[in-house]
């Protein structure tokens, strides 16, 4: 089986790959689409040292066009409502579904799951929909228990670790600035 991961940056895809390397799949491909990140700046940064990692860890990354706007689209005055990162979510996990069914894959999943600050359970069941949506697997993984073996293999390679999840509304949180 084929499995497409989507991975939203780097140090958090550490972990899930050398997991899913001991896995039933035979082949697993990342798809770094996050629009969501914002300014192009540090997308770009992100995109950067995915593509350092994904030399060190042999794996084949696609990177999908950046599609800001299509993220601002979703969140349009819903910055300030609890489910604007579900909205996130769901947009990105919905592109990778379609890009797995697309280009043949059985299943997919994110490195989302790594993630002590993310809502495991609101992640499994919009992918669980958009799954069945697809005609797709989505292989669930509690990828957190590696989080901070994730983070420490990224401090030791140098890589970038960001302190917000990527959107403007996380980064304007983040610095306290409202």
Request: aromatic fraction near 12%; glycine fraction near 6%; charged fraction near 30%.
């Amino acid at each position: 089986m084929k499995l497409l991961l989507h991975i939203c940056c780097g140090p958090c895809a550490l972990y899930p790959i050398k997991k899913l390397a001991n896995s039933e799949f035979k082949e697993v491909v990342g798809y770094y689409y996050n629009p969501n990140i914002h300014p192009p700046s540090e997308y770009k940064r992100r995109r950067n040292v995915l593509r350092t990692a994904e030399k060190r860890l042999g794996l084949t990354v696609i990177y999908p066009d950046y599609r800001m706007e299509e993220y601002f689209r979703q969140v349009a005055l819903k910055e300030d409502s609890p489910e604007r990162c579900g909205l996130c979510w769901r947009l990105r996990l919905r592109e990778t579904a379609r890009f797995a069914k697309k280009n043949g894959f059985q299943a997919f999943t994110t490195t989302l799951l790594i993630s002590p600050y993310q809502d495991h359970e609101v992640i499994k069941e919009l992918a669980g929909d958009i799954a069945e949506e697809e005609g797709l697997g989505f292989y669930y993984a509690d990828f957190r228990e590696g989080f901070r073996a994730s983070q420490q293999d990224a401090k030791e390679a140098d890589m970038y670790r960001q302190k917000y999840c990527g959107c403007v509304f996380s980064e304007l949180e983040r610095a306290n600035v409202k």
